[in-house]
């Protein structure tokens, strides 16, 4: 292998492998990921996973003198729906970097999607000898 050409693969790997650790990073932040949602009032709030899914519903206890049944639900699903809103947008501002333009975010983190299955794994570069 020429000299140049072995500089060449060499830089080009460095590169790859920068990249990979750049979205084993993100990735790692973005398991990480939950976000708490209160109501104004401070009576209802709603935590939310990577994914979207509910971890905890925390109620203030005087939310149940001062809503109705039908309140006290839309009031759930409104921090639901900015709790999840919050994660989604987390996860396009993490992502984005790596994302090629104009494919869907729900293409890579749609319901069954793993991130894992995009990570690419360090290269190895043959000996400089030429055998290997």
Aim: aromatic share 6%; hydrophobic share 35%; no cysteine.
């Amino acid at each position: 292998m020429s000299e140049e050409f072995r500089l060449t693969i060499e830089a080009l790997a460095k590169e790859y492998n920068e990249q990979a650790l750049r979205l084993r990073e993100a990735y790692e932040k973005l398991s990480e990921l939950t976000v708490t949602a209160e109501s104004r009032d401070g009576m209802v709030s709603v935590t939310v996973g990577p994914r979207g899914q509910v971890e905890a519903i925390k109620l203030d206890p005087r939310v149940y003198r001062k809503l109705s049944p039908s309140q006290l639900s839309r009031a759930i699903m409104e921090q639901i729906g900015a709790a999840t809103q919050q994660v989604t947008d987390r996860t396009k501002e993490l992502m984005a970097p790596f994302v090629p333009e104009g494919l869907p975010l729900e293409d890579v983190f749609g319901e069954g999607a793993s991130i894992e299955s995009f990570l690419p794994q360090p290269l190895k570069l043959p000996p400089e000898d030429g055998r290997g």
